[in-house]
């Protein structure tokens, strides 16, 4: 896998889910390719209907990422802060949609976003997964799951606060834990300060299967 990218305070996690997808794919094929997520994420801002608004869908830009590409990162570095009055922080450089087009994925594959098996097979077959969940409170505040990694469920009655992308790149089967069964291990956007003590490194954690399967809105691979 690609380093930990850290999205700093923009919502970008739907670019930075999307690639981290994408390029370990790539770099399963070729040499390590780092793209970008200020394009595609400017990309989504054009297409997804809502271009002033913080925050896009994988339904806009996973297949964004077969129509249109992505550019490298050293054509178009990502900025972690804000700016005001323009939420994609475009256009780009010169050249950049261009060399997007060399950067195509083949193929799309939307899956259920509540089904573990389906997940787990895509897994299994060597593809990560984007997929995006509910946020709760009770784990995006808790400073046990930033140091762990480790997202719980919510607690009985809790209201959503936001909506996160992350990308799944394996899991494990736990049983006898209940849980659903077992853990995806994901990918997080949120650098290497959380999951500081994650036993598969700063940056990456855990969620239940079960999370997944009562909750799970989205979720993709690409072949």
């Known amino acids: 896998m690609p380093p930990i990218r850290n999205q700093g305070t923009r919502g970008t996690c739907v670019a930075h889910a999307a690639l981290a997808m994408y390029e370990h794919q790539l770099n399963t094929q070729a040499a390590f390719q780092d793209l970008s997520e200020q394009f595609l994420y400017w990309n989504c801002k054009r297409n997804d209907g809502i271009p002033n608004e913080e925050g896009t869908w994988l339904a806009v830009a996973v297949p ?16 972690p802060n804000p700016i005001s009055g323009n ?13 997007a087009l060399t950067f195509r994925v083949p193929s799309v594959k939307q899956l259920s976003p509540t089904s573990v098996d389906d997940i787990k097979n895509e897994l299994a077959g060597g593809r990560c997964v984007a997929f995006s969940i509910p946020v709760f409170n009770s784990w995006y505040r808790s400073t046990w799951v930033a140091f762990t990694g480790d997202i719980t469920m919510p607690v009985p009655g809790e209201i959503r606060v936001g909506g996160h992308a992350m990308c799944l790149v394996g899991y494990t089967d736990l049983p006898n834990l209940g849980l659903g069964g077992g853990r995806f291990i994901l990918r997080n956007s949120w650098g290497t ?31």
């Open 87 to 99: 939420e994609g922080q475009g256009p780009p450089p010169g050249g950049a949609q261009l060399e």
């Open 64 to 79: 964004l990422l077969q129509r249109d590409g992505c550019c490298l990162e050293t054509t178009w570095q990502y900025q």
């Open 193 to 223: 300060n959380w999951g500081t003590n994650s036993s598969l490194g700063p940056g990456y954690g855990t969620i239940p299967y079960a999370y997944i399967a009562k909750m799970g809105t989205e979720a993709y691979s690409i072949g």
